[in-house]
């Protein structure tokens, strides 16, 4: 079973940055991407950004687009989402998630198409 472990929300000002952690561990060789979706209170999980497991190759969001990165470390077995300018829009409980088909297209922003989650951390923008 592949775990997901997410850490590094918290609260923070608007304009602010954070960096998000998802850690993997179980049966992994199969991942063929990974990445961050989130959930705002009252809407339905969207997604944020994701990472191409083999090429490093990203995909965003246009919210995303020039304020968050992610990215990967192949070693350690775990992503990362830099998350710079933050702001109140983007509260929400972050979830990682992993995918072991390959994506194509807009299949890389449909929560369907990940097959594993982690458990999420909070992430609140606020003055």
């Known amino acids: 079973q592949v775990q997901l472990v997410e850490s590094g929300g918290g609260l923070v000002q608007p304009g602010n940055s954070l960096r998000l952690s998802c850690a993997a561990s179980?049966?992994?060789?199969?991942?063929?991407?990974r990445g961050w979706f989130r959930q705002a209170p009252g809407k339905e999980r969207e997604f944020v950004a994701a990472?191409?497991?083999?090429?490093?190759?990203?995909h965003y969001t246009d919210s995303a687009k020039g304020r968050f990165t992610v990215s990967r470390d192949y070693y350690e077995n775990t992503i990362y989402l830099q998350m710079n300018g933050l702001k109140p829009d983007d509260t929400g409980v972050y979830y990682c998630?992993?995918?072991?088909?390959?994506?194509?297209?807009?299949?890389?922003?449909?929560?369907?198409?990940?097959?594993?989650w982690g458990q999420g951390t909070q992430v609140t923008v606020s003055s």
């Open positions: 990472v191409n497991w083999g090429d490093g190759s990203t």
């Open positions: 998630a992993a995918a072991e088909k390959r994506l194509y297209g807009s299949s890389w922003f449909d929560r369907g198409e990940y097959e594993h």
């Open positions: 179980g049966p992994t060789s199969a991942t063929y991407a």
